[in-house]
Structure formats: structure tokens, C-alpha cells
């Protein structure tokens, strides 16, 4: 590591990941950037070793295997593993947009008064077709805890300040851990912005958002009280963010499926309900 090119960590925990690991994987060393250590940690895979199968063919990664302990211990243990100026938390269905880290590094070199800096976050469905990106990114960062605007996968943050202010993840929680701690990092540390995409998210079946819809919205009603969200401001904020999420869908439903694609959108949501916020991912 030099003090002109910081090294740059990028942590991802992985459960069951082999489907879109490599993916993963090859858009981080894509990145145009002389400076990058990829930390992946295997937490405990149940997919007869084809996710440590993938991560053996990558001998540049920093990555192991070990028993189960959840995705948020996970991201804990890749945090005080990493050796980098800056972190990023991505999962292992996402992938980094070519030049991100590229950027964060201009942005902090030319602002060095920010711990942090945040990006725009794409999505896409499950065969990587562009898919409606979450609403509101571009709302005050601190108004977070209302509209949920962050991924992790494009926000870098100092490594150092993260460690000194003791910004972990909190692992009892099971489904949202990411939303808990981002609150605490943007009301704690000076995060700035990007208005350029550093990450796109996989939007799937699978996700804990469509599977523990329940579990999840209890453990927000915990954060939120723990952290002195407004609880009207939060209800009210959060049924804005469905409602122009849901639409962006079925704007992508009608363009990519028609009438036919539209209405099985509505038929899904009607069954299943909202599917947005916080998720559980690896």
C-alpha cells in the first residue's frame, strides 16, 4: 500500500454462492484500479463444494472456508481481516460497475475531509437484464433511515473510522443488519456523494425479502426504535418508496413482458406483498 494508491478492500461473505460468485468475482478484477484486495468468506456452504470450488480457481482472492455463523458475523470477520484505507460490502450476487473503485478513489483524493463516499446502485433480474433500480438515491444521505436509498456494495468507508467509532454489523440480527448499520454510519460518519452507478444488485426469488417478510419487518420496528426513527415519517417514507418502486417494476414488466408480464406482477404482489427494503444477502 502507498499513500498515492491506497489499497482498497472489497469484502464479501458467501453462502451457497456458486451460481453468481464468478460474476462476482471477475467484475472486481476487471476493475481499472492497481490497488484491490477481494476478501470472500465461505460461511459454511451447504452446495456439496461448488462455492469453494469456484473460489479455489481464484488464487488472487483473499478467501476461506468455515462453519456457519451468519452473513453479519461474516461481514464482521471480513472487516477486521481487511488490511485496505477503504472498505465495500458486496454480495456475491452482485456485481461492481467497471471504474468504481477508480472513482472512489479520485472522489476521496479530492475530498479528503469525508470517511465515506456513496454511489448509485443499478439492478437487474436474475439473467442480468436491466431491472427498476431502487427509488430515491438521490435524497439527502443522512435521510437514510426513511427511504433506505443505500446499497452497501456502493458505499466505500474508511476503514480506520469505521474501527475507531465501532461500526460493525450487529449479528443477532438475522435479515436487515445492513440497514441497522448503515443508519449508524451515515449519522455518525461524514459521507459523501457520487452521482455515477458503482454497483448493480440482483433482484430474485430467493431473496430473505420475498421469503421472511415478517421476520424482517420486526426486526425494523427494533431498529427503529433503538435508533429514534420518527415512526410516522418511517411508515409514511416507506410506503412512498413501494409505491414509485412498485410502478419503476411494472414499467420493466410491461417493456420487457408486455401486458402478460405486467399482470403477472400484479398477480406476484398482490400475493406476496411489498418485497422491497433491507435484504439479506450473500
Not at 225 to 233: D, G, Q, S
Request: net charge positive; with cysteine.
Amino acid at each position: 500500500m502507498t499513500p498515492d494508491v491506497p489499497l482498497v478492500s472489497i469484502i464479501t461473505p458467501v453462502y451457497n454462492g456458486s451460481k453468481y460468485l464468478d460474476e462476482l468475482i471477475q467484475s472486481v478484477w476487471a476493475q481499472d484500479y492497481p490497488n484491490i484486495e477481494h476478501i470472500v468468506i465461505d460461511d459454511g456452504s451447504t452446495d456439496e463444494g461448488a462455492t469453494a470450488a469456484i473460489l479455489r480457481r481464484y488464487p488472487h482472492l483473499r478467501s476461506w472456508s468455515r462453519g456457519n455463523l451468519g452473513q453479519y458475523a461474516t461481514m464482521n470477520e471480513g472487516l477486521a481481516a481487511a488490511k485496505g484505507e477503504y472498505v465495500c460490502f458486496i454480495s456475491a450476487d452482485d456485481v461492481m460497475e467497471p471504474g468504481a473503485v477508480r472513482r472512489v478513489f479520485v472522489f476521496f483524493r479530492e475530498h479528503p475531509e469525508f470517511d465515506g463516499v456513496i454511489g448509485c446502485t443499478r439492478a437487474m433480474t436474475e439473467a442480468g437484464n436491466p431491472y427498476a433500480a431502487p427509488p430515491f438515491q438521490f435524497v439527502p444521505v443522512r435521510s437514510y433511515a426513511y427511504f433506505m436509498q443505500i446499497s452497501h456494495c456502493s458505499l466505500y468507508v474508511n476503514r480506520e473510522a469505521l474501527l475507531r467509532r465501532r461500526l460493525t454489523f450487529d449479528p443477532s440480527l438475522r435479515y436487515i443488519g445492513d440497514y441497522d448499520w448503515l443508519v449508524r454510519v451515515v449519522d455518525t460518519l461524514r459521507i459523501g456523494r457520487l452521482h455515477f452507478p458503482l454497483s448493480t444488485v440482483r433482484i430474485h426469488r430467493t431473496q430473505a425479502s420475498r421469503l421472511h417478510r415478517q421476520v424482517m419487518m420486526a426486526e425494523q420496528r427494533r431498529i427503529v426504535t433503538a435508533n429514534r426513527i420518527h415512526p410516522w415519517l418511517f411508515t409514511a417514507s416507506r410506503y412512498a418508496y413501494i409505491l414509485v418502486h412498485d410502478l419503476a417494476k411494472l414499467y420493466f414488466a410491461i417493456k420487457n413482458g408486455g401486458i402478460a408480464g405486467g399482470a403477472r406482477l400484479f398477480i406476484n404482489r398482490f400475493w406476496t406483498g411489498p418485497s422491497e427494503g433491507p435484504r439479506r444477502r450473500r
